[in-house]
Every structure is written in structure tokens, then in C-alpha cells.
């Protein structure tokens, strides 16, 4: 019988309701999904009507999107998001206004992006976009200032606040359950992870899931 006990009632053994870790879609899917946001000392951007493009460059899985988020929770405004596919929906027009936020801008495809950063421009809008590209020049030739901000893996202790985060949203009691991961395990994570924090979520995903199955999470 306890060889057939639901996934749920392990976890809960463990202080937590379910496994809140990302799986990584290996399969490449279209999208990548939301973490918690953990400050990594990146100032937030000017208010709107600034006449400022912030750019937020990184590759996928490092928190570009949830940046913006966590920014747009605080001060909202339109968002934009370039999908990768229908290449047709990369056209849809984008939104104006005073406070503008914009995801994969790099997809957006040239002659659209350049009437877009020329009318907010012209409009003195705050525009903030998440990027894997430098769009620098781009957005100093229509007379954007231009903020930068490159997206560096996690530190240890930063991944620690993203684990922390992670199963405080899922304890049984709403308080942060009793370690699951200690020095020796984050530091393993990290290393095998780059401080990727998708990679980083889908090592924790598949580490929980063998501690519940009473499995070695360092093996």
C-alpha cells in the first residue's frame, strides 16, 4: 500500500503541498515560463515620460520576463510580447503610452520595431523591454536614452532566495518548511546549473521529486 501512496501525500511528508519547481520543456517550447523575483541589485527603471529605453539583455531562462513583471507590478503600463511563432502574430502592432513594457523585442521584426521606438521616442515614453540582443543604436538613433542592463547568472545565495521563495509558495503551514536542500545541495545545484535559474529549477524539480520518493538528492 505505501508503495502506491499519492505524489501528493509524499510531498506533504516533506512540509510542502507539491513539487513547486519548474520541469524544463526539453522539447524546446515557446515560451519560458515566470520565477519569483529575486533582486540581483538591478535599479528599476525611470517613471514613465522619461524619454528612456531600458533594455533587460539576457538568454532564455535567466529572469529577463520576470523583471519585467516585477516592474510592471510596481508601475504598470502596456505590455508587449514578441511570440516565436506564428511568425504573422510577430506583427500585431505594439501599444503606446506614457509607460511602455515590451518581451523578445529582438523577434519583432525590423520595420515595425523602428516605427515603434520612433513614436515612442517621439513621445518622450519610457519604454523597457526584455531583449537577447543589444538594441543599443537602435534606440539612440530616434533619440532614446539608453539604459543597460546585461542579466548574469545567479550567485549561490541568490539561488538559495529563488529556492526559499519557491517552497515557502507551496508549505503546507505558509511558512518556510524544514531545509530540504542544505549548503552542500545548493552549491551542487549551482555548479551543475551555471546559476541558470531555468536550469536551476528543473535540477530542483527532479532533486524534490527523488527526496519525496525517498531517493538520494545528491545522487
Not at 538613433?141 to 542579466?151: A, M, P
Amino acid at each position: 500500500m505505501n508503495g502506491h501512496r499519492r505524489a501528493g501525500d509524499r510531498y506533504r511528508d516533506l512540509g510542502i503541498r507539491s513539487n513547486p519547481f519548474i520541469a524544463q520543456d526539453r522539447g524546446g517550447g515557446s515560451t519560458t515560463p515566470l520565477f519569483p523575483f529575486v533582486d540581483r541589485g538591478i535599479p528599476a527603471p525611470p517613471p514613465p515620460g522619461s524619454k528612456t529605453l531600458v533594455q533587460v539583455i539576457g538568454e532564455s531562462g535567466h529572469g529577463k520576463s520576470t523583471h519585467l513583471r516585477e516592474w510592471r507590478g510596481r508601475a504598470p503600463g502596456p505590455y508587449h510580447y514578441i511570440p516565436r511563432h506564428p511568425y504573422s502574430d510577430r506583427w500585431t502592432a505594439p501599444p503606446t503610452g506614457p509607460l511602455v513594457y515590451g518581451d523578445e523585442i529582438d523577434r519583432m521584426p525590423i520595420p515595425l520595431r523602428r516605427r515603434w521606438f520612433r513614436r515612442l521616442a517621439r513621445d518622450g515614453s519610457t519604454l523597457v523591454i526584455g531583449t537577447h540582443v543589444d538594441l543599443t543604436r537602435v534606440g539612440q538613433k530616434v533619440g532614446f536614452d539608453v539604459v543597460t542592463h546585461e542579466l548574469q547568472p545567479m550567485s549561490e545565495n541568490e539561488l538559495r532566495t529563488l529556492i526559499d521563495l519557491r517552497l515557502t509558495e507551496v508549505s503546507v503551514d505558509g511558512s518556510l518548511p524544514t531545509v530540504l536542500f542544505d549548503d552542500a545541495e545548493i552549491q551542487l545545484v549551482h555548479a551543475r546549473s551555471g546559476g541558470i535559474p531555468l536550469e536551476a529549477e528543473t535540477l530542483c524539480h527532479e532533486l524534490l521529486a527523488a527526496r519525496a520518493l525517498g531517493g538520494s538528492i545528491t545522487s
